[in-house]
């Protein structure tokens, strides 16, 4: 199944907020039913048990309403590990109020080298193109002490047939509609590990981590 790159309407500066924030809860639906927030939570136990740490603030990219990291942040805590999360997202509509939060761009983000322990985002990676990718990368590794951890759907024609069965859950056509693109434009996980391995110089190759994760999610570590 070849990656076909289309827009998704939670994207667009056309997007009503009411049909973004309908959106938003489907995604959140979805990543509490089919492996959204499991992933996360692997990602950063992974990283807790190799760095020897149990404390970490990380920022997430792209959060939207910060379901994921909060989610895992609780389930993380039972096992002593704890996480002070800051989200950022392009668009203030996408926040939620009261939320520790920052509106910017992933490709330029407004924080000093070294800023967080961890960067991380979820369902963010296929909506970039390689390029954008690999500047993502080298960004987040600018931003974080330690990783980068992506957390994302494998393309696939089984999970486009899974997205399709599963429209009944859906309350907005937009998420109906980004659900199919989402899944269309999605990479498989030697994909993103090739292309972020490219954007660096031969001085600095960061080591990369892929995982499959619940049916077609994936999960990746980028090691500083």
């Known amino acids: 199944m070849r990656r076909v790159n289309r827009p998704e309407i939670l994207d667009s500066d056309g997007c009503p907020p009411e049909e973004a924030a309908a959106s938003l809860r489907d995604m959140s639906?979805?990543?509490?039913?089919?492996?959204?927030?499991a992933t996360t939570y692997a990602?950063?136990?992974?990283?807790?048990?190799?760095?020897?740490?149990?404390?970490?603030?990380?920022?997430?990219?792209?959060?939207?309403?910060?379901?994921?990291?909060r989610l895992a942040r609780e389930r993380l805590a039972q096992k002593g590990i704890s996480i002070d999360v800051t989200l950022l997202d392009s668009r203030l509509s996408h926040l939620l109020p009261g939320s520790h939060s920052v509106v910017g761009q992933a490709l330029l983000l407004?924080?000093?080298?070294?800023?967080?322990?961890?960067?991380?985002c979820s369902l963010f990676a296929h909506h970039l193109q390689p390029d954008e990718l690999a500047g993502f990368a080298r960004e987040a590794l600018r931003v974080g002490r330690l990783a980068l951890l992506i957390n994302d759907l494998v393309r696939s024609p089984f999970h486009l047939a899974l997205v399709y069965a599963a429209f009944p859950l859906m309350r907005s056509y937009a998420s109906r509609h980004d659900g199919v693109v989402s899944v269309r434009r999605a990479y498989?996980?030697?994909?993103?590990?090739q292309m972020i391995m490219s954007a660096f110089a031969d001085d600095f190759v960061p080591r990369v981590e892929t995982f499959r994760h619940f049916l077609f999610r994936m999960g990746v570590i980028v090691w500083k």
């Open 43 to 69: 990602l950063i136990e992974r990283v807790a048990a190799n760095a020897g740490k149990k404390q970490f603030s990380l920022l997430d990219v792209a959060a939207g309403f910060g379901e994921v990291p």
């Open 29 to 37: 639906a979805i990543n509490r039913r089919f492996g959204g927030i």
């Open 110 to 120: 407004p924080f000093a080298d070294n800023s967080f322990d961890l960067v991380s």
């Open 188 to 193: 498989l996980p030697n994909e993103i590990r």
